[in-house]
């Protein structure tokens, strides 16, 4: 697999806070990599370095073989991408943001931005000012605009902030397509774990600046800290406690929480009821980053 | 090069698709238009705002003949001066299409020597006019005592002031006491009865003026008009009209407003060519020819028609008030233009990294430089295109106004005085203005990169362009031992101004607002080329700070 971009050793201080501390990542033709780890964990400033917003105070990236610092033009052509919000020129139409883009990357022909405006569904909006846009089809918009020249590097930090449920879906699949039809490389950064999950070939966790982990989504989700969590809500506390084992652990007066596959929730219930410990309700807690954090990080708190 | 050509294209589709730009465009052209109109209304009294810059042809065609004649009065250069001015200006008289309507624009050297040297003349004129009436009379008024002797210092370099000295020093021996007041200015100690005749008169006249009776002033005037032997009837009656006419528009001689000065001016002046006409002897007692009578009459029917009409008076003729409006049109544009454009570029980059939008640009895959660059470039074609706009404006509405279009003539970088088209001029005239303004807008986009925040770089651009090189310099002036050379070494962007150095018009800081109130000496000129290196290393060091802040820091 063509390894697309190849960091080594990246750092980068503000100040005196060492922001990014000496990141290596590969992100191959072919795959989406989550970048995942809470806020402040780095991920955008690494982003920011990937793209020629920051200088790095250490380290290479490659984009196709080629080095963001001597072949700075030749990298960037491969690169697409939205950091932070898609903050676009607001008084001018869609359409215009995107002539503007085409019209500096060039080789962008008419037909492809037609394409993209309607792979994007905004065909009916385009000629809008971008300032009457939703948060949604700015980011669809901003979409469009990473797309439009078929980068061999996409780099999306936090897209789905401001999409609905609908558009999330939508944006998954199109990231998938991407990757996998074009033979691109995606990177994703996301605070939201189960976002990753559906949307990631791999995953690559980050915190205090430090990479902490590289994992294919399967595995992650093999992780102790990634199966689910179930929270009993009981009359015994003491006693479920008792029958459910070690796995459990109590969460106030009434409720036990649960970590086991979905498989395990039956059994559960039939000790529980069997042992005389009446059940109010079982509701399932989603997954967190914390938990995953956790468990790959033996426990250690992460947030800075 | 293409990518730095599609940046560039970039920045003027942001420019034009904005309203801002669309705005200044229509308030330029209506402001141009607007100043149009007032000048064809021909607001008075605004003539005299540009006195001191421009000599109107009407001036040089009243001196032409001293011109011609006396001009070995003066020193050598105010004489090559005077001598180019007045062939360009025969010749351009020649075609009676120009005929009041050339203006001369010069330095203030030339100015400054040629009115040094129109008061050299009345001076001498009114000095020759002293004798004569002491001549006559064998008297003399005591006021006039200083202004003589004046008169004879200036003008002893002539054959007929060295023939007056000799009856001056005549005067002074017989009459001692006089001769020594008027030396130590001490007229108090003067005795009187050495002036024969006039004592009487000179305390009338000192009393009159103490009380400042406007009334009796004019009586005792025409009462002196009626007793002078020399004056025809005619002349009499004529100088007594006027003065009534002067005690009419202004009934107690306080009005003291340049509008009334100039009318009495004009009065007087109509008064002094009549007759002349009259009598038929200049004022040096010289019989005039039956040619020159004839145009002393037509002058003098010109005066009082103006007398009767212009209500400024003679200082203000129509046409001046015209020609002037027709250059405050690009004033006006200039004025706009340079706000709007200072405003743009101070926020060029500022805006783009306040408001975001500055990824958009980042992620394209072109160097830093090329965005700056491309800026920089559209920043230039603003100021063109708003040079361009000014330009077509103004020869239309100079056109719609009938505001004329007469040659002008200024002194070139040479030295030589020389004459060109008058839209030649105004063309080059925006151009050099334009160039200035470039230096302005390289500075507030060498903010706007370093600063990054909009609102202040538009405050300290606009502080530097409206207030730091007219006020500084006077701050750093006030100071003790500060002499205008440390001024000029500190900051020498206050003397220097390409088209100034080009058109010659050197007219630095210290002579218009603040400096003129505290009568800051001229700053010593500055060459044309130095101008013009200080001018390139300006912008050299203003692109390097603004390309190095923009290239090199961080956007976070």
Known sequence: ?304 | MRKLNALYINELAKVVHKPFYIIVVAIIVAAMFLTGVAGNMSVSGTYYYIEDQVISSSYFKDNLEFLRKDISFCDSNIENYASEITKTIEKLLDDNEYEDKIFVYSDSKVIDSLYQMSYEFSNYYYYTQQIAQYERYEKYEVNNISYLMECVDKISRNEAAKAFETRYEKLCEDYPLWAEAAKSNDFKNMVPAEIPDKTEDVSFYEEVLEQKDYKQYIEYQNKLVSENKSLSDEAKALAIKANELKLAINPDGTDNSQSIRERENAIDEYVKISTMAIEGVDSRGTILTPAEIEEYRAMSAELELAIKKAPVGFGAEKDDDRELFSQMMISVGMGIASLAVLLYAATTISDEIQSGSIKMLIITPVKRSKIFLAKLFAVMTVIASYGVIIFLSFILFNNIFGFGAAPVIFTAITGKVTSIGYYLYIFWDIVLDMLKLFVYASFAIMLSALLRNSALSICVTMFEYLAVSNVLPLIIASFDGVTVDVVKAVMPEASISLSEKIFMQNYPFVQSGAGALIELPKLPDTSFLFALIYTAVLLLVLFYIGFDSFCRRDIK
């Open chain 1, 1 to 304: 697999m063509e390894n697309v971009l190849k960091v080594r050793g990246l750092s980068k201080y503000f100040g005196k806070r060492k922001v990014v501390d000496n990141i290596d990542l590969n992100v191959y033709a072919g795959e989406v990599l989550g970048f995942l780890g809470p806020n402040g964990a780095g991920k955008t400033t690494a982003i920011k370095m990937i793209m020629g917003f920051l200088s790095n105070d250490g380290g290479e990236i490659e984009i196709c073989g080629y080095n963001v610092k001597k072949n700075y033009e030749e990298a960037m052509a491969l690169v697409g991408g939205i950091v932070e919000n898609p903050d676009m020129y607001k008084q001018f139409s869609g359409r215009m943001n995107l002539d503007m883009y085409a019209r500096a990357h060039g080789g962008i022909s008419e037909t492809r931005i037609k394409e993209i405006i309607q792979m994007v569904s905004l065909e009916n909006r385009i000629n809008d000012k971008v300032k009457k846009y939703s948060l949604g089809m700015k980011q669809r918009l901003g979409l469009a605009q990473a797309l439009i020249h078929k980068p061999k590097l996409l780099i999306l930090d936090e897209p789905t902030n401001g999409l609905d449920p609908a558009g999330i879906k939508e944006l998954r699949d199109i990231l998938k397509k991407f990757a996998h039809e074009e033979n691109a490389a995606v990177l994703v950064s996301s605070h939201q774990l189960a976002e990753m999950q559906l949307m990631c070939d791999r995953v690559a966790i980050i915190s205090n600046g430090k990479i902490l982990c590289e994992k294919n989504i399967d595995e992650l989700g093999r992780e102790d800290g990634m199966r689910p969590l179930y929270k009993f809500t009981v009359d015994n506390v003491s006693l479920a406690l008792e029958i459910l084992g070690e796995s459990a652990e109590a969460d106030g007066e009434e409720t036990v929480l649960l970590r086991t596959e979905k498989e395990g929730v039956p059994s559960a219930v039939a000790e529980l009821s069997k042992a005389g410990v009446g059940i109010y309700e079982i509701t399932k807690e989603e997954n967190t980053l914390e938990d995953a954090f956790i468990e790959i990080t033996g426990g250690v708190s992460y947030i800075a």
